[in-house]
């Protein structure tokens, strides 16, 4: 989607091979064929469509496509927690390591100042692949007070064409924080809207 970007590389061509980002209506630019709408494709999918696209072009096309880096996740919390609001949450790729979360909020978009950290450093190490979870969005938003019920957490999700369906998960954290329960810190996507009751 909009914001993603790939490090595709065109073996023997190192003038065609670098990091390309889908630009905001979905597209890449590519060299030769220019606009390609990537939107909703899978890597394996995009990389078929290459081959097609480049057989007119190049002798036997031999493309390798890696995501270099997620697009931003947007996600509103509200609810009982210290700064409910609208906050963006991207999870970075770096080689095999994990990368760090950068977190900024609505109002430093807007050119406010804010006491939130800029990056937030995720402590438990389990993949090259680090996507923001409930857990992180929540410790974004300086985490909890004393009136919150953590074995009430709710995501809604907006789902199906243009968003016109909602599903709603129901997560218990106190499972999380007493049992180490991993299953009830789910990933989240954009659009995402978390509810912490009190």
Known sequence: GAGDSLNINFVGLPDFSRVYTVDSSGRLFLPE????????????????????KYENVLIEPNIDIRI?????VRVYVIGEVSR??????QGTLKGDSIGNLNISTFEESLGFSSQI???????VEYSSNLFPTVFDVIKA???VTPYTDLSDV?????????????????????RLITEGDHSQNIR????????VSK
Request: charged content about 25%; proline content about 7%; glycine content about 8%.
């Open 33 to 52: 064929i220019k606009y390609l709408s990537v939107k909703d494709l899978s890597l394996e999918e995009l990389r078929n469509i290459l081959y097609k």
């Open 68 to 72: 270099n880096q997620y697009r931003p």
């Open 84 to 89: 409910p609001g609208f906050y963006t949450v």
């Open 117 to 123: 950290p800029t990056v937030f450093q995720p402590s």
């Open 141 to 143: 938003s300086q985490g």
């Open 154 to 174: 709710k995501v809604i999700r907006k789902m199906g064409p243009k968003g016109s369906q909602k599903i709603e998960a129901s997560l218990n954290f106190l």
């Open 188 to 195: 989240i996507f954009d659009g995402d809207t978390i509810i």
